[in-house]
Structure formats: structure tokens, C-alpha cells
């Protein structure tokens, strides 16, 4: 066989679809392998670039590619579209896969070790059991609204409400049955996810980068974990105001003949990390509009920006600040606080 200089290789379930080219770019490998043969085919093939879309079970072939000597190079998705030329398909999959890598200014995923994706399946689970629990409290709510029972706003108040229709001799005998079912499928939730949060804090604090990310306000120990999970490889990102480009913090930009023209922020990246970030920048606004003291900068930004415009603004100093610490090692130096926001409900 001639020498192959890349292969672009398209992975699904059962089939992979190859496609290499060698060092004049012209094709010599177009081949479809099962799942079983695969790893059979690499192990023998000399060493080569080979490019995966970054998806579902990459990281893993990734690692196993690279334990036979191979150069392994993940590419997001949306990077490799533009290169399938038509009809899309496995064969044009790797193709544009082959093509796409071999792009001087193309932006690659850090392949994950297998722990690093054991940390990221922690905040996984915790996710989707905060989700849950959300979900089944609405439940519980909406049930017991159509009986006439309501209460207040907040998590703490469920369990009264279960206390009550469970106990409440009007409601039919089912209701109640029923209602004490969602009451010990919402105490396993929660018996859960305090022990997932318990494995997460632990982590946090066996970790020293996630450690200093805690100190920057707005950033708690949940954030500055998952910062760190979901960024193994920060200096791969040549400015903060990459980072938080990645995590969708920055304006579209449409811009066009001279004339700049800037929309709401992108919301690419991670939706998750980008939401703790903002909902952590929301509660230190809600302290600063209460207490009336805060940064300089922050003080100023409140005079001029609705709140919701202001807590985007503090996530993507957040982000920056992050990106920062992440390469540098260095710690958090706060802002001297000043005294000047006059909130509106002291007013």
C-alpha cells in the first residue's frame, strides 16, 4: 500500500468508513471496516494522523489509536460540515473529515483521559438528578394544585406539601397513595444527589486549580469544578476572549462593508457550564443590588445595564478571569469594593 500521510475516519455504532490520502493529496484509502476489525486494522497500519469527529465514544478511540502510535486530531462537528461536498454519507463523512484536518488554522478538541471523563460523568449524573428532582417537584405541585393545596416557591417547601395531602383525610385514598409514592421517589433523588454533590465536593477539593477558580465571586465550588473538567487543556486558547467565546459569553458578530453590527451572545459551547456561570454572576449582582457595595467596575456597570444584561457581562469577566488563572497558576486578587449603587428597592 502507498504511504498515507492522514486518514479521516468516520465512526458510528457497528461501520467505520476510512478515507486517507498520502503526501500529494491524492486518495489512496477508501475502505469500510466493522467494529471488530477496526482496531486490528490500526494496530498493523503504520503510524499516521488520523482525524475523528469529536462525538459519542471519540475520546475512547482516541486513546486507543494513540496507544498504537498514531496522531489522533478531534474536530467539533460543526467545523467539518463545510467540507462535505455533497450528498452527505459515511464516504463523504471521512472525506470531508481527511480534508478538514489538514487545515493549517482548524481549531482540535483535547482528546480526554479515561479519568477525565469519569469527572465529567460525575457532573453528568448531577445534572440529570437536579433535573429530575425539578421535574417531579413541579409534578408534585401540579397534583396538588388540582386539589386545592398550593405552597410557597422553593424546594424546602415540598416536603411540607407532601406532609400535608399525605395526611389530609379529604382526599381520596388514592390521592394520597399516590402522593406518598412521589414522596419516596423525591427523597431517593435527593438521598442521591447529596451523595453525588458529597463525590463532587470531594473532588473540588483534592483539586488545587478548581481550588482557586472558587475564589472568584460568582464562581462556587460546583463551577470551578466543572471549569476544570470541561477545560483539560486551557492554553490551547490563545486569549481569554476566546475562552469565553467558546463558552458562547460573547455578541454575534454580522458584520459587513465597514459597518460593525453586534447581536446577543452566541450561546455556543457548553450549555451547561455557560448556565452556571451566569446563574452564579446573577447571585452576586442580587448581593450587590441588597447590600449596595461591590467592584468598581461592577458598581458602574449596574448604573448602566439592565440586570440580566450585567450578570452575561459579569459570566464573561468571570470566564476571562478563569481562562487566566487555568494557565497562569496565579490566585484570585479581588477589587477593592466601593460604596455607590443605590439599590431600587431601598429607594
Given at each position: 500500500?502507498?504511504?498515507?500521510?492522514?486518514?479521516?475516519?468516520?465512526?458510528?455504532?457497528?461501520?467505520?468508513?476510512?478515507?486517507?490520502?498520502?503526501?500529494?493529496?491524492?486518495?489512496?484509502?477508501?475502505?469500510?471496516?466493522?467494529?471488530?476489525?477496526?482496531?486490528?486494522?490500526?494496530?498493523?497500519?503504520?503510524?499516521?494522523?488520523?482525524?475523528?469527529?469529536?462525538?459519542?465514544?471519540?475520546?475512547h478511540w482516541a486513546r486507543l489509536l494513540q496507544s498504537f502510535g498514531?496522531?489522533?486530531?478531534?474536530?467539533?462537528?460543526?467545523?467539518?460540515?463545510?467540507?462535505?461536498?455533497?450528498?452527505?454519507?459515511?464516504?463523504?463523512?471521512?472525506?470531508?473529515?481527511?480534508?478538514?484536518?489538514?487545515?493549517?488554522?482548524?481549531?482540535?478538541?483535547?482528546?480526554?483521559?479515561?479519568?477525565?471523563?469519569?469527572?465529567?460523568?460525575?457532573?453528568?449524573?448531577?445534572?440529570?438528578?437536579?433535573?429530575?428532582?425539578?421535574?417531579?417537584?413541579?409534578?408534585?405541585?401540579?397534583?396538588?394544585?388540582?386539589?386545592?393545596?398550593?405552597?410557597?416557591?422553593?424546594?424546602?417547601?415540598?416536603?411540607?406539601?407532601?406532609?400535608?395531602?399525605?395526611?389530609?383525610?379529604?382526599?381520596?385514598?388514592?390521592?394520597?397513595?399516590?402522593?406518598?409514592?412521589?414522596?419516596?421517589?423525591?427523597?431517593?433523588?435527593?438521598?442521591?444527589?447529596?451523595?453525588?454533590?458529597?463525590?463532587?465536593?470531594?473532588?473540588?477539593?483534592?483539586?488545587?486549580?478548581?481550588?482557586?477558580?472558587?475564589?472568584?465571586?460568582?464562581?462556587?465550588?460546583?463551577?470551578?469544578?466543572?471549569?476544570?473538567?470541561?477545560?483539560?487543556?486551557?492554553?490551547?486558547?490563545?486569549?481569554?476572549?476566546?475562552?469565553?467565546?467558546?463558552?458562547?459569553?460573547?455578541?454575534?458578530?454580522?458584520?459587513?462593508?465597514?459597518?460593525?453590527?453586534?447581536?446577543?451572545?452566541?450561546?455556543?459551547?457548553?450549555?451547561?457550564?455557560?448556565?452556571?456561570?451566569?446563574?452564579?454572576?446573577?447571585?452576586?449582582?442580587?448581593?450587590?443590588?441588597?447590600?449596595?457595595?461591590?467592584?468598581?467596575?461592577?458598581?458602574?456597570?449596574?448604573?448602566?445595564?439592565?440586570?440580566?444584561?450585567?450578570?452575561?457581562?459579569?459570566?464573561?469577566?468571570?470566564?476571562?478571569?478563569?481562562?487566566?488563572?487555568?494557565?497562569?497558576?496565579?490566585?484570585?486578587?479581588?477589587?477593592?469594593?466601593?460604596?455607590?449603587?443605590?439599590?431600587?428597592?431601598?429607594?
Amino acid at each position: 500500500m502507498e504511504q498515507i500521510s492522514r486518514i479521516g475516519m468516520d465512526t458510528s455504532k457497528h461501520i467505520f468508513q476510512l478515507h486517507g490520502v498520502n503526501a500529494a493529496e491524492e486518495p489512496v484509502l477508501r475502505k469500510k471496516l466493522r467494529r471488530k476489525e477496526m482496531a486490528k486494522y490500526f494496530e498493523e497500519l503504520p503510524p499516521t494522523r488520523v482525524g475523528i469527529e469529536a462525538c459519542a465514544s471519540s475520546h475512547h478511540w482516541a486513546r486507543l489509536l494513540q496507544s498504537f502510535g498514531h496522531e489522533v486530531k478531534l474536530i467539533p462537528p460543526q467545523f467539518v460540515k463545510p467540507y462535505v461536498k455533497r450528498n452527505k454519507n459515511d464516504a463523504a463523512d471521512a472525506e470531508a473529515l481527511c480534508e478538514a484536518m489538514s487545515r493549517p488554522t482548524m481549531r482540535f478538541v483535547p482528546v480526554k483521559t479515561a479519568e477525565q471523563q469519569a469527572a465529567l460523568m460525575l457532573v453528568g449524573v448531577r445534572e440529570r438528578l437536579v433535573r429530575n428532582r425539578t421535574q417531579l417537584s413541579n409534578t408534585i405541585r401540579g397534583y396538588a394544585a388540582e386539589f386545592g393545596i398550593t405552597a410557597s416557591k422553593g424546594l424546602i417547601r415540598i416536603e411540607q406539601l407532601l406532609e400535608c395531602v399525605v395526611t389530609d383525610e379529604a382526599l381520596p385514598a388514592l390521592a394520597r397513595e399516590l402522593f406518598a409514592l412521589h414522596g419516596k421517589e423525591y427523597e431517593q433523588l435527593d438521598a442521591q444527589l447529596e451523595k453525588i454533590e458529597a463525590r463532587l465536593m470531594a473532588w473540588h477539593r483534592a483539586d488545587a486549580c478548581s481550588q482557586r477558580l472558587a475564589q472568584i465571586p460568582g464562581i462556587g465550588p460546583i463551577g470551578a469544578s466543572m471549569l476544570v473538567m470541561k477545560t483539560p487543556a486551557p492554553e490551547t486558547f490563545r486569549s481569554a476572549r476566546h475562552f469565553a467565546a467558546w463558552l458562547g459569553l460573547t455578541p454575534k458578530d454580522h458584520s459587513t462593508a465597514g459597518k460593525s453590527k453586534l447581536g446577543g451572545i452566541t450561546r455556543a459551547g457548553d450549555e451547561a457550564l455557560r448556565s452556571v456561570l451566569v446563574v452564579g454572576s446573577t447571585s452576586v449582582l442580587r448581593r450587590v443590588r441588597q447590600r449596595g457595595t461591590g467592584s468598581p467596575w461592577l458598581i458602574n456597570l449596574l448604573k448602566h445595564k439592565p440586570p440580566k444584561v450585567a450578570a452575561v457581562a459579569l459570566a464573561n469577566k468571570n470566564a476571562r478571569i478563569a481562562w487566566k488563572l487555568m494557565v497562569s497558576g496565579e490566585h484570585y486578587r479581588p477589587a477593592k469594593p466601593i460604596t455607590g449603587f443605590n439599590s431600587p428597592r431601598a429607594a
